[in-house]
């Protein structure tokens, strides 16, 4: 792997709640350094991102109690140790190997946890969301699942370079709900995609060049919810304390009701190995193709829009379509949909626009 020139220094902070309204935290993070194997980064001190790099990952289980923060905690758990075996042993490092191997993590995380749900009766439908941030050779790599969100700051400026796998976003992203009806819509918490419920899973890769002064801010969407972006620039700026900046981000949820857990990873870069202080206008959502031979990872064409349907008792034996999944902290409810359906969903809309 061909290293920047100088060090880059990363210099984390990180806290979870429960929020309000919640008797279970089902959210779980990962603050970890590859080379040294260590998950013990947290302490806001300066730390060298060394060769290997370092990762950082924030999960949001659902299933309700027990079994949310088991997949959390085992998405993080599981990676963690996919890319210590994996990464760690990788003769030709280059940042598309480490892409792969992110995604490959992600993936494998998803059969293991999808597996256990189906041996353990118990616990059958949990589920967790995942945002993953790999840093190597000065530059940011995210794997993105569900809902949990990546803002990068820069200039005093945020911007979210993760997308929501969310209807929502998909309706956004189709010109039929504003962003900021989407903000405010019932159905914002109806996400497409999760480790766990579905055997096989679609990872967003992206990419992002790192700037000294950056920092990143990976949270659950009980501080996305409720904490906008401009305000989570204004607080970085204003706020160089990282632990003092995790507990405001949090508070600040929590004065706004706390409907649900609150989690934040806040990690700030500098160093020689970096480009100066850059232009906030440079930061975005770039999306990231794999290079791995042995990969599936290739841009898909848009898929109907699923429609949101009540969950009937049982649920006869079919190929399943993509799931939506609403998070409410109970178990989950899979709703089922076919292609056929765009243009019912299409009238739908129009009708709760009005």
């Not at 003092?244 to 706390?258: H, K, P, Q, S, V």
């Amino acid at each position: 792997m061909t290293q920047p020139r100088g060090s880059v220094l990363v210099t984390v902070r990180a806290k979870t709640d429960l929020g309000r309204t919640r008797d279970h935290n089902e959210d779980a993070f990962l603050v970890a350094d590859f080379t040294a194997r260590t998950v013990d980064l947290t302490d806001g001190r300066p730390h060298e991102v060394a060769e290997l790099g370092s990762l950082f990952l924030v999960a949001d289980g659902m299933g309700g109690a027990a079994a949310g923060e088991l997949a959390s905690s085992m998405a993080a758990d599981f990676i963690f140790r996919q890319m210590i075996e994996h990464w760690n042993t990788e003769p030709v490092r280059t940042p598309e190997h480490f892409t792969a191997h992110l995604r490959n993590a992600v993936e494998k995380a998803n059969e293991r946890i999808h597996q256990y749900s189906k041996d353990h009766p118990d616990v059958r439908g949990m589920g967790t969301t995942a945002t993953v941030a790999g840093v190597v050779d000065g530059a940011l790599y995210l794997a993105q699942v569900g809902d949990s969100r990546g803002y990068l700051v820069r200039g005093g400026v945020a911007t979210q370079i993760t997308k929501d796998q969310s209807l929502m976003q998909r309706l956004v992203d189709a010109g039929e709900l504003t962003e900021e009806e989407a903000e405010h819509s019932e159905r914002r918490n109806i996400i497409l995609q999760a480790l766990g419920p579905d055997p096989r899973i679609k990872v967003d890769l992206t990419r992002q060049e790192l700037h000294q002064g950056d920092t990143l801010v990976l949270c659950s969407d009980g501080l996305s919810g409720q904490v906008r972006r401009e305000e989570i620039g204004h607080l970085v700026s204003e706020e160089p304390d990282l632990d003092a900046l995790c507990t405001r981000l949090i508070a600040l949820a929590n004065e706004r009701g706390g409907p649900d857990n609150i989690t934040a990873i806040v990690a700030r870069f500098d160093g020689a190995g970096l480009p100066a202080a850059g232009n906030a206008g440079e930061v975005g959502y770039h999306t990231l193709v794999s290079a791995d031979a042995n990969s599936d990872e290739t841009p898909l064409p848009a898929a109907p829009l699923p429609v949101p349907v009540p969950v009937q008792p049982e649920i006869p034996e079919a190929t399943p379509p993509t799931p939506l999944v609403r998070r409410t902290g109970s178990p989950m409810t899979m709703a089922l949909v076919g292609g056929g359906l765009l243009l019912f969903l299409l009238i739908l809309i129009l009708l709760l626009k009005r």
